[in-house]
């Protein structure tokens, strides 16, 4: 089997470019997918009856959604493996900007919208640099300036990533990630899966539920307004 990982800001386009993978490749393989997200979530209700496909989603209400989904992926693994699915689809919440919940023996995707502004792929680095593959989406509605600006943006942040721009509503443009999906190796062993690299934190004593403003109320590795570097408090 075959495993997607799909990250990227909401609304950026992450479901339509889904959308045209089934288009495309629901005829040659048998998919799976699971939508992780934090309070509602629609896509999976919308996939299974408009593809037919076995589909799941985990809410992950108090806790970080990519924790979430790096805690429920080996059993999302077994249940798409045991549905003999070839290829399973996960699509993140990405809220934070800085979720990075690629793994190895996956193809890692980020996806972007160029509308969000030339330089908002410097706000979310780790979510575009540690990808296989950016799709950036609504290319229709900027211009070829604001296009070439937003690839650069891009390339400074990981030179390496294969860029494809789309309408993902039309699926123009996507011929090279179908290409990508059909040539990416499938799952040699799941249980040597691992992240390839680290999440944000999610150890403080506001996720203990301390309410009070200010570091002075709180313990663990904190920041303060003029602090160049963090700083721990406490045993």
Not at 98 to 119: D, E, K, W
Not at 170 to 198: F, S
Not at 204 to 224: P, S, V
Request: charged letters at 25%.
């Amino acid at each position: 089997m075959k495993l997607l990982i799909f990250a990227g800001p909401p609304s950026a386009g992450k479901t339509a470019v889904v959308r045209q993978i089934l288009r495309q490749l629901a005829g040659e393989s048998f998919i799976a997918f699971l939508k992780i997200d934090v309070v509602r979530a629609f896509e999976d209700e919308e996939l299974k009856k408009e593809f037919e496909i076995p589909t799941r989603k985990v809410y992950s209400g108090d806790v970080c959604p990519d924790h979430t989904g790096i805690l429920v992926l080996r059993d999302a693994i077994a249940w798409a493996e045991d549905l003999g699915a070839g290829i399973l689809i996960v699509e993140s919440a990405g809220l934070c900007l800085r979720c990075t919940p690629y793994t190895t023996q996956s193809l890692g995707i980020v996806v972007l919208s160029a509308v969000g502004g030339t330089n908002s792929p410097l706000k979310m680095t780790p979510m575009i640099a540690l990808a296989d593959i950016a799709v950036v989406t609504k290319v229709d509605l900027i211009s070829q300036a604001e296009k070439e600006v937003f690839r650069e943006r891009v390339r400074e942040v990981a030179p390496r990533v294969d860029i494809i721009e789309t309408n993902a509503v039309h699926g123009t443009g996507l011929r090279y990630l179908l290409k990508a999906i059909r040539n990416m190796p499938e799952i040699l062993c799941a249980d040597d899966i691992v992240l390839k690299g680290m999440p944000p934190l999610a150890v403080c004593t506001i996720c203990a539920g301390k309410k009070e403003i200010g570091w002075q109320h709180h313990f663990g590795i904190l920041k303060t307004l003029d602090g160049a570097d963090d700083l721990y408090r406490g045993e």
